[in-house]
């Protein structure tokens, strides 16, 4: 019933760009914090952007600082994360990722299947 489902993610060449989907099925988005996590190969998973429940609030690492954009559409119910002058690093599988943000929801952490994503020329 509860389901993350990344789309968007491919091959491109250094410097282009790309823009990933996380559509959210059987709960609202609107009552949870958002974030994008990558995960290289041989590295551990790190958060890359983050959006919190009201969309008013952001945080990025700064790798990708001035690079990418989270945003989110909860009529839709959908989290987007725009990725601008990518870079070979920038190379990983990437998550969506769902955080309760509210007492009724405290605990709950939802993770979708990942997209691959890799930079390369």
């Known amino acids: 019933q509860v389901q993350l489902v990344e789309s968007g993610g491919g091959l491109v060449q250094p410097g282009g760009s790309l823009r990933l989907s996380c559509l959210a099925s059987?709960?609202?988005?609107?009552?949870?914090?958002m974030s994008w996590y990558r995960q290289a190969p041989g590295k551990e998973r790190e958060l890359v952007a983050l959006?919190?429940?009201?969309?008013?609030?952001?945080n990025y690492a700064d790798s990708v600082k001035g690079r990418f954009t989270i945003s989110r559409d909860n009529a839709k119910n959908t989290v987007y994360l725009q990725m601008n002058s990518l870079k070979p690093e920038d190379t990983a599988v990437y998550y969506c990722?769902?955080?309760?943000?509210?007492?009724?929801?405290?605990?709950?952490?939802?993770w979708g299947q990942g997209t691959q994503v890799t930079v390369s020329s």
């Open positions: 959006i919190a429940n009201t969309g008013s609030s952001t």
């Open positions: 990722n769902a955080r309760g943000s509210s007492f009724i929801n405290r605990g709950v952490n939802y």
């Open positions: 059987g709960f609202t988005v609107s009552v949870y914090h």
